[in-house]
């Protein structure tokens, strides 16, 4: 088998998975029958995600730089942590029948916590302390995996969030497509 293979098939699996997560999400959207209420208390939860996102999209630059600053001074994965706050509050807004909503954001906690998160803290580390050395490590032993350290790691690099990376990690595309699916529960709610 080549190197290449590996990678190959990677990207394959991480298509499969993207391709879920959008059938999952539009199968949310078509039998959702969201309320005001539920619109807006997912509201709070997706915008802040979305709110920590655009931030760290805004310090990070892939691999190349071990980036400390901005949100990544408290958690080494926020964009992790906003998507978790995405999915809690895209759940809650759709509001399914018997409360079906609750079990898709119960067995997305099971997959993201026993599967997706423990996976990228075994793949990511290991690329990162290789490629930044005893840097990482230091950060590493600092600041979370996910939920936010109460401290922030004392050395952030001076890096300022820029639009100019946030437009690289195609953050603003979330950013529209979580507009149009606002928009969306917010006209089944208006108009049951």
């Given at each position: 088998?080549?190197?290449?293979?590996?990678?190959?098939?990677?990207?394959?699996?991480?298509?499969?998975?993207?391709?879920?997560?959008y059938a999952l999400?539009?199968?949310?959207?078509?039998?959702?029958?969201?309320?005001?209420?539920?619109v807006a208390l997912g509201?709070?939860?997706?915008?802040?995600?979305?709110?920590i996102r655009f931030w760290s999209a805004g310090h990070l630059t892939k691999t190349r730089e071990l980036v400390t600053s901005g949100p990544y001074r408290f958690s080494r994965n926020p964009l992790y942590l906003g998507r978790l706050l995405i999915?809690?509050?895209?759940?809650?807004?759709?509001?399914?029948?018997y409360r079906a909503n609750l079990f898709?954001?119960?067995?997305?906690?099971?997959?993201?916590?026993?599967?997706?998160?423990?996976?990228?803290?075994?793949?990511?580390p290991a690329r990162l302390r290789e490629v930044h050395g005893a840097a990482y490590a230091r950060y590493f032993d600092a600041v979370p995996a996910l939920f936010p350290a109460l401290r922030p790691y004392d050395q952030d690099g001076g890096r300022r969030w820029a639009a100019a990376r946030m437009l690289r990690n195609r953050e603003h595309w979330m950013v529209l497509a979580l507009t149009a699916i606002w928009i969306w529960l917010t006209y089944r709610a208006l108009n049951p």
């Amino acid at each position: 088998m080549t190197s290449t293979q590996p990678n190959r098939r990677s990207k394959a699996w991480g298509r499969v998975r993207l391709a879920a997560i959008y059938a999952l999400v539009g199968a949310l959207l078509l039998r959702a029958t969201p309320t005001s209420l539920s619109v807006a208390l997912g509201g709070l939860f997706a915008a802040a995600g979305e709110g920590i996102r655009f931030w760290s999209a805004g310090h990070l630059t892939k691999t190349r730089e071990l980036v400390t600053s901005g949100p990544y001074r408290f958690s080494r994965n926020p964009l992790y942590l906003g998507r978790l706050l995405i999915f809690t509050g895209l759940a809650l807004a759709a509001e399914l029948p018997y409360r079906a909503n609750l079990f898709v954001l119960s067995a997305g906690y099971l997959v993201f916590f026993a599967y997706y998160l423990p996976r990228k803290e075994r793949v990511e580390p290991a690329r990162l302390r290789e490629v930044h050395g005893a840097a990482y490590a230091r950060y590493f032993d600092a600041v979370p995996a996910l939920f936010p350290a109460l401290r922030p790691y004392d050395q952030d690099g001076g890096r300022r969030w820029a639009a100019a990376r946030m437009l690289r990690n195609r953050e603003h595309w979330m950013v529209l497509a979580l507009t149009a699916i606002w928009i969306w529960l917010t006209y089944r709610a208006l108009n049951p």
